[in-house]
């Protein structure tokens, strides 16, 4: 009898085994990689201009690039300092990150594009967050009133480029990163107006953004005048009619934020069918690091994108905990996939490597010839971000 017991118990014993083996290997994973990241990210502050944000490292070159405060990913490495500071609480990291704040907080007032979510949520949200200086709340109210001065009623929409040439009024999926900043101000006591636009925005972009299949387009262009859309097409993806990899990783991010913050099941649904779209998507590769557009000519000899993969992660950490236990361990399975592969030799950096970035194997727009498997700071900023939710949300410490 105490035999037949065992049997039957068996199953219940070895798979608890395992994910506890399988939690001490995240543990593992997530500490040598933010301890990494600590070292990396010195030497890359080291290799970046005082005036200048690192944008990209091209490995081919061996040439690194930086850019101004103005350029739309100039929060994510100031932000990648306050994450690694999050987790070693050096303050020496904390001050290399308060130099690059000290430049980039005169784009506040910024209203060139739609991207002052990225460029002072990531940044100053994080640096109020972690240190409560009332400064840093103050720059990411005002970007605030920055951002909503590109909200069109006649679209529902925040204008996301200028027009100008074959564009008349671009509103891109990317955009949906951008409302957290919105929303976070109004619950925080800023105008309630903008915490309305981030609402009528997702639900624009739910509506008109997605084909039947939960794939996403890039690029709605409107006219302005009567508020129809001219034309659904692509900028950085493979085709009009394609899935562009990091377009389809914001969605899923930007819904999964949003239910958050809203409570909106709509939100959480629409987050979950993207989720499956990626998933199951038979040009996923088995590493689950996705080629740069999931429908791109030459799969499977063209490149991947770990920046997406990087976004997806950390979105599918989120998203895990808002959905049933099923599902929840589907979404996690792959998560846990995409942060070994971002983290193995494959794809993570070694030592000194790239001037200091941690990712490598990114495109930033392959039909522009601009940023093709190099390393960028997106990809690292939602690594660690992945890594830290994992830290928070999964492991047992």
């Not at 994080?126 to 103050?138: F, Q, S, V």
Request: proline share 5%.
């Amino acid at each position: 009898m105490r035999r037949f017991l065992l049997l039957l118990l068996l199953p219940i014993i070895t798979e608890k085994a395992a994910a506890q083996s399988s939690d001490q290997s995240m543990r593992s994973l997530i500490k040598d990689n933010l301890q990494f990241a600590a070292s990396q990210y010195q030497l890359l502050f080291r290799n970046t201009p005082d005036t200048m944000m690192p944008r990209f490292f091209d490995p081919a070159k061996n040439k690194m690039e930086s850019s101004d405060t103005k350029w739309w990913c100039s929060g994510f490495f100031p932000g990648t300092l306050l994450y690694i500071y999050e987790y070693t609480r050096d303050t020496a990291i904390l001050r290399l990150a308060e130099k690059k704040l000290s430049i980039l907080e005169k784009e506040k007032h910024f209203t060139g594009n739609h991207d002052l979510g990225f460029m002072m949520f990531c940044s100053f949200g994080n640096a109020y967050r972690l240190t409560g200086n009332p400064a840093y709340k103050e720059a990411v109210m005002t970007a605030a009133g920055s951002l909503a001065t590109r909200y069109r009623p006649a679209i529902q929409s925040i204008q996301s480029w200028n027009g100008g040439g074959r564009l008349h009024c671009p509103v891109i999926i990317d955009n949906m990163m951008n409302l957290e900043l919105l929303y976070w101000v109004s619950d925080q006591g800023g105008d309630p107006k903008y915490r309305e636009i981030a609402l009528t925005h997702s639900n624009s972009t739910m509506e008109r953004h997605f084909r039947p299949d939960n794939s996403s387009y890039h690029v709605l262009d409107y006219d302005l005048s009567t508020g129809k859309i001219i034309q659904k097409i692509t900028w950085q993806g493979a085709a009009d009619s394609s899935a562009w990899a990091r377009g389809q990783a914001w969605g899923l991010y930007g819904f999964t934020m949003m239910y958050r913050f809203s409570k909106n099941k709509a939100y959480l649904e629409q987050a979950r069918k993207i989720a499956q779209y990626l998933l199951n998507h038979p040009n996923l590769p088995a590493d689950k690091i996705p080629y740069w557009d999931f429908h791109a000519p030459g799969i499977p000899g063209t490149y991947r994108d770990a920046s997406a993969a990087a976004i997806i992660a950390s979105a599918l950490l989120e998203l895990a905990q808002y959905v049933k236990k099923a599902e929840r361990k589907q979404l996690l399975a792959a998560a846990e996939t995409m942060l070994r592969s971002l983290a193995s030799p494959a794809y993570r950096s070694a030592p000194g490597e790239n001037a200091g970035f941690l990712i490598k194997h990114n495109v930033g727009s392959l039909p522009h010839k601009s940023e093709v498997d190099v390393s960028l700071t997106y990809a690292d900023y939602y690594f660690i971000e992945a890594l830290l939710r994992y830290q928070k949300w999964y492991s047992g410490k």
